[in-house]
């Protein structure tokens, strides 16, 4: 038996060598496909000509990123993005733990369905989310920028608070809490001194995602901006549309540079790696 099996071996390895080398291409190509805009758009942030011309340029300059510093319009939209962001993430933080924590609680059944309709956003268009938020705010006379904005990143960011949440918890051990309460804690120091620490990774991830989300958003921005409210992905679209220069390109540098910097602070303060879930239970 082993004999007549024996000539096939050579090709299994043969297929096996050749399945290797294609999935280490797959791998090479998917680098390519995202390392290679991003370098492509640093060349272009540190261009010193004035224009759009072909790469590489002929020498660098930081006139661009002069440039976006010093344009009121695109710095008031930074700020709007920042302050957006940051309302949105804390309202969205408190309210996916609060929910997860009561789907967690009730039957599995009602849970599934609960999660489906909490989770809904995300298989929404956000242009349809956009308009329609805008004519219900309109109908309910909410006509401030800022407040409009803030609803509308509540809606894409909540349902990431809640999955994030929800997927820490499944790990929580229920037996621990029940001791905790048996043993006289109250829900508050229940939450806060067992559930919570547990919690940690998945409620830090989430808002991870919820700034992120909210940060880059632009359909539903486009619909609830006005004259003095607006983010800065609206801003760069529409500086875009008026008078196209390699200023977002520069403002994509920063923005990269700030994501870096921000998971260099988290490495910092909670470790990357259970930001980004090593397990249901951090270390």
Same mark, same amino acid.
């Given at each position: 038996?082993?004999?007549?099996?024996?000539?096939?071996?050579?090709?299994?390895?043969?297929?096996?060598?050749?399945?290797?080398?294609?999935?280490?291409?797959?791998?090479?190509?998917?680098?390519?496909?995202?390392?290679?805009?991003?370098?492509?758009?640093?060349?272009?942030?540190?261009?010193?000509?004035?224009?759009?011309?072909?790469?590489?340029?002929?020498?660098?300059?930081?006139?661009?990123?002069?440039?976006?510093?010093?344009?009121?319009?695109?710095?008031?939209?930074?700020?709007?993005?920042?302050?957006?962001?940051?309302?949105?993430?804390?309202?969205?933080?408190?309210?996916?733990?609060?929910?997860?924590?009561?789907?967690?609680?009730?039957?599995?059944?009602?849970?599934?369905?609960?999660?489906?309709?909490?989770?809904?956003?995300?298989?929404?268009?956000?242009?349809?989310?956009?308009?329609?938020?805008?004519?219900?705010?309109?109908?309910?006379?909410?006509?401030?920028?800022?407040?409009?904005?803030?609803?509308?990143? $509540?809606?894409?960011?909540?349902?990431?608070?809640?999955?994030?949440? %929800?997927?820490? &918890?499944? =790990? *929580? !051990? +229920?037996?621990?809490?029940?001791?905790?309460?048996?043993?006289?804690?109250?829900?508050?120091?229940?939450?806060?001194?067992?559930?919570?620490?547990?919690?940690?990774?998945?409620?830090?991830?989430?808002?991870?995602?919820?700034?992120?989300?909210?940060?880059?958003?632009?359909?539903?921005?486009?619909?609830?901006?006005?004259?003095?409210?607006?983010?800065?992905?609206?801003?760069?679209?529409?500086?875009?549309?008026?008078?196209?220069?390699?200023?977002?390109?520069?403002?994509?540098? $920063?923005?990269?540079?700030?994501?870096?910097?921000?998971?260099?602070? %988290?490495?910092? &303060?909670? =470790? *990357? !790696? +259970?930001?980004?879930?090593?397990?249901?239970?951090?270390?």
């Amino acid at each position: 038996m082993s004999a007549g099996l024996s000539p096939s071996r050579p090709w299994r390895r043969r297929l096996d060598g050749m399945l290797s080398g294609i999935s280490g291409a797959v791998v090479v190509l998917a680098f390519l496909f995202l390392l290679v805009p991003l370098g492509i758009t640093g060349l272009m942030a540190f261009d010193s000509r004035s224009y759009l011309g072909p790469l590489p340029p002929p020498s660098f300059s930081l006139q661009w990123f002069e440039r976006f510093l010093s344009d009121p319009y695109l710095m008031q939209g930074l700020r709007t993005s920042l302050m957006v962001s940051t309302t949105a993430v804390l309202i969205a933080a408190a309210a996916g733990v609060a929910t997860a924590l009561f789907l967690n609680r009730v039957s599995p059944r009602w849970s599934e369905l609960l999660t489906a309709f909490f989770v809904s956003p995300l298989i929404v268009p956000p242009v349809v989310i956009g308009f329609a938020l805008l004519l219900f705010l309109s109908q309910v006379g909410i006509v401030e920028g800022f407040v409009r904005l803030v609803c509308g990143h $509540l809606i894409l960011t909540i349902p990431y608070t809640i999955r994030a949440t %929800l997927a820490s &918890l499944a =790990g *929580v !051990d +229920r037996t621990l809490l029940e001791a905790a309460s048996s043993l006289g804690a109250n829900e508050r120091r229940v939450f806060w001194e067992i559930t919570f620490p547990l919690a940690r990774t998945g409620i830090v991830a989430g808002a991870i995602f919820a700034f992120a989300i909210s940060m880059d958003d632009v359909a539903v921005s486009m619909f609830l901006t006005d004259a003095t409210s607006y983010t800065l992905p609206v801003a760069l679209v529409s500086n875009m549309r008026a008078n196209f220069d390699l200023t977002i390109a520069a403002a994509s540098m $920063l923005l990269v540079l700030f994501t870096i910097l921000l998971i260099v602070v %988290l490495d910092r &303060l909670v =470790g *990357v !790696d +259970r930001v980004m879930g090593q397990g249901l239970h951090p270390a």
